[in-house]
Structures are given as C-alpha cells and as structure tokens.
C-alpha cells in the first residue's frame, strides 16, 4: 500500500519563515481517530515546504481553552463519526508544524514550521 504522505518533492529546509495563506492544498491528507478517541489527527505534507506535518485536534469544550473539532464548536454532541470529523476539517485552516525551525522563524512562533496555513479538499481515512 501507498503511504498518502509519501512525496516526490523533498522537504524544503531552507524556505523562509513567512505567514501565508496558501488556499486549498492540492496535496493528500489522513486523518484518524486519536488513541483515546478525544480528537483526530490529520497528517500530511505542509504545500508550502512539503515537510511532514501532523495536527492533533482535541474535541474541548468551548470556552476552555481546549481547540475543539468544528462540529463541536457548532453545537454537535461528540461522535458524529470519524466520516464527520474528517469532513469538518475542510472548514478548517490549518498550519505547517513539520517541527524544523525555518530561516526567519520568530520565537514566539506559535507553530513550529514554515508559516504556510491552508485548507483541506478532502481527508482520507488513515
């Protein structure tokens, strides 16, 4: 089987640190349940550096300081699925966090990566 996260295009290592909004990545994602069921992670290649990048996002209750999943800030009660998880991803904006400190990174980066933040078309099941 085909690793969907697998790229031809090397990690960048050396592209600049900048916070820019790439629109929707045209690379694939996966996505899948956490360990204890509380959230999903969605993995990938960033479409800015084409680092590996993975983000954990915890169900939470709004107002906690918790980052909970759309469907839950929409006022859905937990376990829509994991088909409606993953589909509410695609309203998110996510964030290159490959964990390589680009050139030009800030300290007070909140994310560890190249800056890029994109959306999602679709996320496959992992």
Same mark, same amino acid.
């Given at each position: 089987?085909?690793?969907?996260?697998?790229?031809?295009?090397?990690?960048?290592?050396? #592209?600049?640190y900048a916070?820019?909004?790439? @629109? #929707?990545?045209?690379?694939?994602?996966?996505?899948?349940? #956490?360990?204890?069921g509380?959230?999903?992670v969605?993995?990938?290649?960033?479409? @800015?550096?084409?680092?590996?990048?993975?983000?954990e996002?915890?169900?939470?209750?709004?107002?906690?300081?918790?980052?909970?999943?759309?469907?839950?800030?929409k006022?859905?009660?937990p376990?829509?699925?994991?088909?409606?998880?993953?589909?509410?991803?695609?309203?998110?904006w996510?964030?290159?966090?490959?964990?390589?400190?680009?050139?030009?990174?800030?300290?007070?980066?909140?994310?560890?990566?190249?800056?890029?933040?994109?959306?999602?078309?679709?996320?496959?099941?992992?």
């Amino acid at each position: 089987m085909t690793d969907p996260t697998a790229s031809a295009v090397p990690h960048a290592f050396d #592209t600049a640190y900048a916070e820019q909004h790439l @629109g #929707t990545a045209t690379t694939r994602f996966t996505g899948r349940r #956490t360990a204890d069921g509380l959230g999903v992670v969605l993995e990938g290649r960033c479409p @800015g550096c084409q680092g590996r990048t993975r983000t954990e996002y915890r169900r939470g209750v709004p107002g906690s300081g918790t980052k909970g999943l759309l469907s839950w800030l929409k006022g859905e009660q937990p376990g829509p699925g994991l088909a409606g998880d993953l589909a509410a991803l695609a309203d998110e904006w996510h964030y290159c966090e490959c964990g390589h400190p680009h050139p030009l990174m800030p300290g007070d980066a909140v994310f560890v990566g190249c800056g890029a933040s994109w959306r999602v078309a679709a996320v496959d099941p992992a």
